[in-house]
């Protein structure tokens, strides 16, 4: 083990030990952990938005705002308000012939709670997990994304000013850090980022049975059926698709459209692409991409686009570099990148389809994405993708609104993660629910069970049987 290793697992040592000398924090230091995360995003606003903004080479503060502290904040809040009523036991119920024992759940820390947060989202996804673990009554170590150095850095600085390092602790570093990072022996670990390196992270917490939340995004489906409102449909695509550029991990990947509104879809969205963000490359309201090495991805899936001759609208003006401008590509070919791999960028597929049928099929085909949006007024065929699609989750006729419900549960499935968490769903996810059962007063069934066994013992055998 290495000097760095070294120093990583000190200080994972301390943070554990702690959580057991301190096994079960009251409600009064719950809600003081969360008030101090509010105050601590709150205070520091403009320098999270300054910090994002250098990390990103530009993106817009509004953007930053309502994606990264507004959540923060009103998670925090929320779970604050909340924390008693979701300690509490959880009453269960006894069935008759277990009587006069008891039931109910008890919520308990698990402990130390690993998060490791990617780079779209730094702060907001770095404290997200954050709420629902201090909530829970848990301490944390974070490890944040090496691709955003100065919001890393702001989160460390302040972390130590508002944590002590046995409640909350920070871990900056590149990817030899990360490695070593979920080989911790966490109560539980948190990742957001890609499939691949989610499959990765887990094995490295399966050398230790760490239980994980994993989530990773994938190829997010939108279906529009021809009973859908175009105009309005438009809208809630291109915010959907080009907010923070295309980096989010609930965007929609691609457009599964019907084949009778392809052109008026087409035409649509690049008014809607125009109207948010005019010629994107200097607006001051559509942000960077994160590296030369994302842009020259990104331009890489175009190319072979254009090479095998698909039509390609750029309703915001070319771009250059970072600044790359949205695209909407008609009809990519089905084994092309743009089509096999997960976007995360301003390009926008539209895949034409005969009917609700064929994008069903079209979608059941590939892994099981995220998030899954439908646009339509048609009450039957709505109900048929809700019952014929998997996806973490489904919207009806907007996109990403439920990235920042505290009342829902939030993940994945199958390739696009595992685990929910948001509101009480991030708490339950922290916490281990233990079922508790009590002897109560009155005659005791169970001494009838036990050795010697006789004609009691078998006749109450076949009334367990009868009642069960």
């Not at 989750?393 to 499935?413: D, H, S, Y």
């Amino acid at each position: 083990m290495d000097v760095q290793q070294t120093a990583l697992r000190s200080r994972f040592d301390a943070i554990r030990a702690a959580s057991r000398a301190e096994p079960y924090p009251d409600a009064d230091l719950r809600r003081d952990r969360l008030s101090r995360l509010i105050a601590m995003t709150e205070t520091a606003e403009p320098r999270i938005v300054e910090a994002i903004a250098a990390d990103f080479d530009g993106r817009p503060t509004t953007e930053t705002q309502l994606a990264e502290t507004l959540f923060v904040v009103a998670a925090a809040r929320h779970a604050k308000r909340r924390v008693r009523r979701w300690m509490r036991k959880r009453r269960q119920p006894t069935a008759l012939q277990f009587w006069p024992y008891r039931n109910h759940v008890h919520p308990q820390p698990l402990g130390v709670v690993g998060i490791m947060a990617p780079w779209n989202y730094p702060y907001h996804l770095a404290m997200a997990s954050l709420v629902g673990a201090l909530a829970a009554g848990n301490r944390a170590m974070i490890k944040p994304a090496e691709a955003t150095p100065a919001t890393s850095a702001l989160i460390a600085e302040l972390v130590a000013k508002h944590f002590a390092p046995d409640e909350v602790t920070v871990v900056e570093g590149g990817p030899d850090v990360a490695q070593a990072f979920a080989a911790l022996p966490f109560d539980h670990l948190v990742f957001t980022g890609s499939t691949r390196i989610g499959r990765l992270v887990a094995e490295a917490a399966a050398t230790n049975l760490t239980p994980v939340t994993l989530e990773l995004g994938g190829k997010s489906p939108a279906i529009l059926d021809r009973s859908c409102d175009l105009e309005a449909t438009a809208r809630h695509i291109a915010f959907g698709k080009w907010f923070n550029a295309g980096q989010t991990c609930v965007a929609p990947d691609y457009v599964l459209v019907n084949a009778q509104i392809l052109e008026g879809t087409l035409y649509q969205i690049g008014v809607a692409a125009k109207q948010m963000y005019g010629e994107a490359a200097a607006s001051p309201d559509y942000a960077s991409l994160i590296s030369d090495t994302q842009a020259a991805r990104l331009a890489g899936l175009l190319a072979e686009a254009e090479a095998a001759g698909c039509r390609i609208e750029r309703p915001c003006g070319p771009g250059e570099g970072k600044r790359f401008a949205p695209a909407i590509v008609v009809d990519p070919p089905a084994d092309s990148a743009l089509m096999r791999e997960e976007i995360f960028g301003p390009i926008l597929p539209l895949v034409p389809c005969q009917d609700v049928d064929e994008a069903l099929a079209h979608v059941a085909a590939g892994e099981r994405p995220l998030a899954l949006y439908w646009f339509g007024e048609d009450a039957m065929t709505e109900r048929q993708v809700l019952q014929e699609s998997w996806a973490g989750g489904m919207t009806v006729n907007a996109c990403m609104i439920q990235l920042a419900q505290e009342e829902m549960p939030f993940g994945g499935v199958g390739a696009s993660g595992q685990g929910h968490y948001h509101g009480q769903w991030g708490f339950d996810r922290f916490s281990q629910l233990k079922p508790v059962t009590r002897r109560g007063w009155g005659p005791d069934g169970a001494a009838y069970l036990m050795p010697p066994y006789g004609k009691t013992a078998r006749r109450l055998m076949r009334a367990l049987r009868w009642l069960s």
